[in-house]
């Protein structure tokens, strides 16, 4: 037996998700976003902590 030489699929297969432009952030704004995304898991890692000690 061969191999099946019809490709299946979508029109769109080989394409990327496009991100829409109201969420994108300037290359300058990086920084800041990265930083808020630490200190977010920062804190919710220290309130795992906490509520473990409570019990």
């Known amino acids: 037996m061969g191999r099946d030489e019809h490709k299946t699929g979508s029109n769109n297969s080989g394409a990327m998700p496009q991100t829409p432009k109201q969420q994108k952030i300037q290359p300058s704004e990086m920084m800041e976003e ?3 995304e630490f200190a977010e898991l920062r804190k ?11 019990k």
């Open 34 to 36: 990265i930083a808020n």
């Open 44 to 54: 919710s890692k220290e309130a795992k902590q906490q509520k473990g000690q409570r």
